[in-house]
Structure formats: C-alpha cells, structure tokens
C-alpha cells in the first residue's frame, strides 16, 4: 500500500527565512510525485509533478526535488503569501489515483 | 480557462437524508476524481471515471455513495442515506487524458451531516 508521510505538521517562518518541507514516500512503481498548494476553503492548488530521483522543478520562490525515497520542497525567502498548506501526493504505476500526506501548514510572518 | 467547478459549496443535511454533490470538470478532460477529506485525516480517493466509464472505484466507502458522469461531461456523487461519519469536503478533480497529467481540483463541497 502507497505511504506518504510529511513533515513538519507546521512550520512557522520570518520573511526571508529559507527552509525545507518533507515528503517520505513508498509506493510499488512511482509515476509521479506531485506537489500542491492548498489556502483555506480552497481545492489544492497544482504546483508541480517530479518523475524520477535526481529531478527537479522550479517556480519563483520554490523549488521541489526527488529521491528514490523522498522530495522536498524548498523555500527560499518566503513571503506572507507563502503562507498555506503545502500538500505531497504519488500516483504509483498501477492506477492513477493520488495518495495524499497530511500536509504541512506554513505560516510566514512579515 | 474555467476551472473545475463544485455545487454546491456548504451542505448540512441531517442523519438518513439524501444529498447530490455535483462536479463539472475543466472542458476537454476526459479524467474526473472525487476525494474527500474527514476530519482530522488526508485526503483520500474515492473513484475515478474516464469519460463516462468508472475506471477505479476502490476508494468508494460503501454502497450509501453512487456516482455517475453521465456523457463524459459533468458528474454527480449521492449519498444515500447520509451517515455521521460521511461529513467532511468532498473535492472533484479532472486531468487530461494522457500520461501523469496533473489533476486539476475544485474548491470542494463541505458536508455536514446532523
């Protein structure tokens, strides 16, 4: 059975101070590792898929990474509106529906 | 581009009644999912249409929820009779068609159930 295991629960930031999100990960076959960004009373937001260990993607501030057993998500001098719920989910080879953490809550203050 | 869109946003419906979430997907994506979230946990599937064909329904907790997308458009989830435990967001999510296309989700129908 797909396990995804986030860490921390929460993570509270000054402005400008850079830090790494977890996601442990085990699955049969990964096809994809997808990182989303959820605000209050919103659906996750898509930020980005990773597909094999050694990859990485970018996007203004974050930048996500994968090995053969977890990603993070790194956050380099993050704003207020950084402030949400960063959410990890895999998809393994046999179906494609998502296994989801518990999340990680972020809070930056200016 | 129009995104996923859920209806409706908040229902509170007491213990044995009936309720309808519907879920309209992002136009052209032949992939629909519905999760949902109780509280406290993560988010976890409940079943995966391709057009009008249930692909996966693994997730679905029980027989008191049927879902349907009928013509590959649109799709509805009913519970019938709610229970306690049913209360929670349900979230409806779409992809294309090909490949790890990334799913796109909508803002969710919290349910209350009395």
């Known amino acids: 059975e797909d396990q995804v295991t986030q860490s921390p629960e929460a993570l509270r930031l000054q402005e400008g101070e850079s830090s790494s999100l977890n996601c442990s990960y085990t699955?049969?076959?990964?096809?994809?590792l997808f990182w989303y960004r959820q605000d209050p009373g919103k659906g996750p937001e898509f930020l980005f898929t990773l597909y094999s260990a050694g990859e990485e993607k970018e996007k203004e501030r974050l930048k996500a990474t994968l090995t053969k057993k977890e990603s993070f998500l790194h956050i380099t001098a993050p704003k207020p509106e950084d402030s949400a719920t960063y959410l990890c989910a895999v998809m393994d080879t046999g179906r494609r529906a998502l296994t989801f953490g518990s999340g990680t809550r972020l809070q930056v203050q200016p | 581009e129009a995104g996923v869109t859920q209806f409706p946003s908040h229902s509170v419906i007491e213990k044995g009644q009936t309720v309808t979430l519907r879920c309209d997907p992002i136009?052209?994506?032949?992939?629909l999912y519905w999760y949902r979230r109780v509280m406290g946990k993560e988010i976890k599937f409940l079943l995966h249409?391709?057009?009008?064909?249930?692909?996966?329904e693994s997730g679905m907790p029980n027989n008191r929820f049927l879902a349907e997308r009928t013509g590959g458009t649109y799709s509805t989830l009913k519970v019938q009779p709610a229970e306690l435990e049913d209360s929670g967001v349900y979230f409806c999510a779409s992809s294309q068609g090909t490949g790890n296309s990334p799913l796109h989700f909508g803002n969710g129908t919290r349910l209350t159930v009395t």
């Open positions: 249409f391709v057009k009008e064909s249930k692909q996966d």
């Open positions: 136009s052209g994506h032949d992939n």
């Open positions: 699955v049969s076959g990964l096809r994809g």
